[in-house]
């Protein structure tokens, strides 16, 4: 699909326009008075109440006009844009449609023209986003020419500079979606390094890519990220990325990513249940985050200095595989008692943790598939929040409100910091109870934070795929969710 922007009507096989209702009069938004006299007369014959998402077709000289409902539009928000756009575009894929116009402005209802475009825009590229490389019929866009058209040329710089990073930013969702959807058969940890390592040197200027293998990783003294790799046919990758602004001082404010990558989870020795192993490829989805939010902070010139740590391997089992019982040093040197090799996005975090603190960031965001609770706690649909300093937990919770995706705080209590201490080590790696897992899970994690560090953990277990109730992501899959709110955060945007 060529997607254009106009600053004058061309004609198009369909126009999307939208509809507002108040006081249960309906108004077509629209300058063009013919196409108002048409609408009236033929909406005179329906039920159409311009309620949110109702659409309603339209003839008119040879042109289909569809047009959507916004409801009250002073009430239509920017979610309601996405949720309702995204619905309408995705059944428009699969018509036999040469060329759609939209008519953005018609859809301006409280918000300013230049977002108004940008989220149109943002709209049209997530949910145009299918997973279908291995099916014989793929499911083609079948529009050829997507015009937005903004009957406002003032507005054309600026709405370029936007759309460009609209662009960056849904690219970079796209990416992290094709890497979570991506088979563990051939996704696995030698293989992911290589993908990011190629797309970065690729897209990503000025960025420094190193990749530490298994000897590197020996090196560097992780026995926790190699005690989880132990029982895998494949190397571990620790993937570095390093991006500095181009405009830097010593005030330059440097942020440390680091992502969970276990490209899949058997569970090792305390081995899933089979049905719970299913879609445990997308467990590497908190590296595949951070990897599509940094990708979209350095194409979008984020003005900090941003290290992205990514800890890449399987958890897999074979007779070298770490057993339950197993006590193993970690490149901090602090010791953990294994009890349960289920939890191992932990301590593949706990390394990588480490190696970030001592790039001397001013904080830390680690982001992870990291435990089951999440989900018991806060479904589906909202992601986890926890770390040690206020002020970065309400910028990101502040980022993600700008990007209406939902992000909630747990906190972490002595108790709970107690709880992870082993009687014969330092750490276990499993709390006593079932209770609290997410908690436990990020109490676990803040021993392995540096001094003076903020740090905040996302547990994206439960939003990371399958959003069936979002029309922009695809219903079975990767969400690619956290990806704007992260990059929000790291763009200071407002
Ligand atoms: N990758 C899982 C977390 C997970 C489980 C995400 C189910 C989404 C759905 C993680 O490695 C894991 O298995 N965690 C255990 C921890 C437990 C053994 C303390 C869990 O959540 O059951
Ligand atoms: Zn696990
Ligand atoms: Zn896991």
């Given at each position: 699909m060529n997607i254009k922007f106009e600053y004058q009507p061309t004609a198009s096989d369909m126009v999307i326009l939208s509809a507002h209702s108040k006081n249960e009069k309906v108004s077509l938004n629209t300058k063009c008075k013919d196409i108002k006299a048409t609408f009236e007369s033929a909406k005179s014959k329906t039920s159409f109440k311009a309620s949110k998402g109702e659409t309603f077709t339209l003839q008119n000289d040879g042109t289909t006009f569809l047009i959507v409902g916004m409801g009250d539009k002073t009430k239509f928000k920017s979610e309601c844009l996405r949720r309702t756009f995204g619905k309408v575009f995705r059944s428009l894929r699969s018509k036999e449609l040469n060329s759609v116009s939209i008519d953005a402005l018609s859809f301006k209802g409280k918000f300013d023209s230049v977002s108004t475009c940008e989220l149109i825009y943002e709209t049209v590229l997530l949910s145009d986003y299918v997973f279908d490389k291995y099916k014989k019929t793929k499911s083609d866009n079948k529009i050829k020419n997507l015009t937005i058209f903004i009957d406002d040329k003032k507005l054309k710089a600026k709405v370029q500079k936007s759309t460009e990073r609209v662009f960056n930013t849904c690219e970079s969702i796209n990416i992290t979606r094709d890497l979570v959807n991506e088979a563990p058969n051939v996704l696995h940890s030698e293989e992911y390094a290589k993908i990011v390592e190629k797309d970065a040197k690729k897209n990503l200027k000025g960025v420094k890519v190193k990749i530490l293998n298994k000897s590197m990783i020996k090196k560097e003294k992780m026995g926790l990220f190699l005690s989880v790799n132990a029982g895998s046919a494949k190397e571990p990758r620790l993937v570095h990325l390093s991006y500095t602004p181009k405009k830097v001082t010593k005030k330059t404010k440097h942020v440390a990513l680091v992502g969970k990558g276990i490209t899949f989870d058997t569970g090792g020795y305390s081995l899933k249940p089979g049905s719970s192993m299913?879609?445990?490829?997308?467990?590497?989805g908190g590296s595949a985050t951070l990897y599509g939010a940094f990708r979209a902070a350095v194409l979008n010139n984020s003005p900090y200095k941003i290290d992205c740590v990514l800890a890449m391997t399987d958890n897999a089992v074979n007779s070298e595989a770490t057993t339950p019982d197993s006590i193993v040093r970690g490149r901090k040197g602090i010791t953990v008692e294994i009890l349960n090799t289920d939890a191992e996005g932990r301590l593949i975090l706990a390394d990588a943790l480490d190696y970030a603190s001592d790039l001397g960031p001013d904080e830390i965001i680690d982001a992870a598939t990291l435990t089951g609770a999440c989900l018991v706690a806060l479904g589906t649909q909202v992601c986890a929040i926890l770390g040690n300093d206020n002020k970065l937990i309400s910028s990101l919770k502040k980022s993600a409100a700008a990007q209406n995706e939902y992000i909630w705080e747990l906190p972490i209590i002595d108790e709970w910091r107690d709880d992870m201490k082993s009687k014969i080590a330092d750490?276990?790696?499993?709390?006593?109870?079932?209770?609290?897992g997410t908690a436990t899970a990020a109490a676990f994690l803040e021993n392995f934070i540096g001094k003076d560090i903020a740090w905040a953990h996302l547990d994206i277990a439960g939003v990371c795929d399958s959003q069936s109730h979002l029309s922009y992501c695809n219903p079975k899959g990767a969400s690619g969710l956290m990806v704007r709110s992260v990059a929000h955060y790291l763009l200071n945007e407002k």
């Open positions: 299913v879609g445990m490829k997308f467990d590497m750490l276990k790696n499993i709390g006593s109870t079932r209770y609290a």
